[in-house]
């Protein structure tokens, strides 16, 4: 009777430790897989908003072709939108962290302009894919 508690702790250590490895490995693999955007590149975003169209609207095969270039001409006027939004939202963070510069030491100026010029190059990149996705 007195290794029967032994036994319970013996199994409750076990599940835990099953547990714990299982969310470890759950968490790992789920942190390296995309989640996938319908925005990402112009065909997906398009296809995306024309099956979500026809399913709302019910509409007929003939109807979804006749809407078809009108919903690819918004897919690729909201993408241009994006990318003025990004030149323009890295715009104002550029001038708060140029009024943000003077008030700094040589050394912490030093750092934010290497951050400045990496989030630049950062920036650069992503318009550069979005454009080459369009």
Known sequence: MGSSWKLALVF?????????SGSVITYSVLRRQPIQNPTRNFHTWSENLMRRLQRVAQLTPEESAKIRPRVE????QMQSIQIQAMQQGSDALDAALAEIETGLN?????????????????????????????
């Open 73 to 76: 001409s918004a897919v690729k």
């Open 106 to 134: 040589p050394d912490q100026q030093k750092r934010l302009e290497h951050f400045r010029e990496r989030r630049r190059e950062f920036l650069q990149e992503a318009i550069a894919k979005r454009e080459a996705q369009r």
């Open 12 to 20: 409750a250590v076990l599940f835990l430790t099953g547990g714990l």
